[in-house]
């Protein structure tokens, strides 16, 4: 076990205290790499740490529509415009999407599930959903 876990909402914790230094976490974040298997692993100059993570090491906590596309807010405190390409329904339609150039998966909260699913339309012909941004559709899929 890991000394250091991320919740599925995007808290951290060590060795289960939760931790509330948002410099010591934005600096876990800033070093928060995944290996070739797919595990969390912190590496600083002359160590590293696997980190336990119970869903995503990034939630999406809010969402921003404007004229220059959807808007992330990330729980490392990042804002990053949104790939629509990148979007899928996991297990109990959790939404996801990639983000960092694609490096990391984030996952959707509640309440920017919501912000995000209330411009999403149901297909009835396909059965499909589809993100709607100007004159382009892009597919929700299911993973």
């Given at each position: 076990?890991a000394?250091?876990?991320?919740?599925?909402e995007?808290?951290?914790?060590?060795r289960?205290?939760?931790?509330f230094r948002?410099?010591?976490?934005?600096?876990?974040?800033?070093h928060?790499?995944?290996d070739?298997?797919?595990?969390?692993?912190?590496?600083i100059?002359?160590?590293?740490?696997f980190v336990e993570?119970e869903d995503?090491?990034?939630v999406?906590?809010s969402?921003d529509?404007?004229?220059?596309?959807?808007?992330?807010h990330?729980?490392d405190?990042?804002?990053?415009k949104?790939d629509?390409a990148?979007?899928?329904?996991?297990?109990?339609?959790v939404?996801?999407?990639?983000?960092?150039n694609?490096?990391?998966?984030?996952?959707?909260?509640?309440a920017s599930?919501?912000?995000?699913a209330?411009?999403?339309?149901?297909d009835?012909k396909s059965g499909?959903?589809y993100?709607t941004?100007?004159d382009?559709?892009f597919?929700v899929?299911?993973?």
């Amino acid at each position: 076990m890991a000394d250091i876990k991320i919740d599925k909402e995007g808290n951290w914790y060590y060795r289960g205290a939760e931790m509330f230094r948002k410099d010591i976490v934005k600096y876990f974040y800033e070093h928060l790499k995944m290996d070739d298997e797919g595990r969390y692993v912190i590496e600083i100059p002359g160590d590293s740490c696997f980190v336990e993570v119970e869903d995503t090491a990034f939630v999406v906590k809010s969402v921003d529509f404007t004229d220059r596309g959807i808007i992330l807010h990330i729980s490392d405190g990042s804002i990053e415009k949104l790939d629509p390409a990148t979007l899928y329904l996991g297990e109990g339609n959790v939404m996801y999407c990639k983000i960092k150039n694609g490096s990391f998966p984030a996952r959707f909260n509640r309440a920017s599930y919501y912000q995000l699913a209330a411009h999403i339309s149901h297909d009835e012909k396909s059965g499909a959903f589809y993100l709607t941004i100007g004159d382009k559709r892009f597919c929700v899929a299911a993973s």
